[in-house]
């Protein structure tokens, strides 16, 4: 397993940090073949050179509601197929500028297609369509703060 760690692009981890420096995200991982490097702000990075398979995943996903309080009794009632989830890291933008009025709010009703909110990432502007049309019933993130791959943004029913 060392020699494998050796052969680690040094280059790659000081990118992953920089991006960290440039964003304010306090995490960032990256996956190629069987090697995925995720690299914090608290100073921990993790090589992992393994297959890596669905319940590695699963684990940290159940280890963070725990830590939340009341999050495990609310996630459960949300049907999945409502839930928009963030298609990539980066930083949430719930407007299209500054002071200006939000893509959408509680109780609003969107077309499928219609921005939802806008994902910054590597200063990139992402727009986040909305999936399908209907109500927006809960928004899950706060504007201006990171989110991660995955991590659920807007419920629409």
Do not use: C, W
Not at 3 to 15: P, T, V, Y
Not at 130 to 140: A, N, R, Y
Request: negative net charge.
């Amino acid at each position: 397993m060392a020699e494998k760690k050796s052969g680690i692009d040094q280059a790659l981890i000081r990118d992953l940090a920089n991006i960290l420096n440039e964003t304010d995200l306090t995490e960032i991982e990256v996956e190629q073949d069987d090697l995925r490097i995720r690299v914090s702000r608290n100073g921990a990075t993790q090589y992992v050179q393994a297959p890596i398979s669905a319940p590695a995943f699963a684990a940290p996903a159940a280890a963070a509601p725990a830590a939340a309080g009341a999050a495990p009794a609310a996630a459960p009632t949300r049907n999945p197929a409502n839930v928009v989830n963030a298609p990539m890291v980066g930083t949430v933008y719930m407007a299209p500028a500054p002071g200006a009025r939000p893509f959408i709010e509680i109780g609003a009703t969107v077309k499928e297609g219609q921005t939802l909110i806008i994902i910054e990432a590597m200063k990139t502007m992402n727009q986040i369509p909305s999936p399908k049309s209907g109500k927006v019933t809960e928004i899950l993130v706060d504007d201006g703060h990171p989110v991660e791959y995955g991590q659920a943004l807007v419920v629409i029913e």
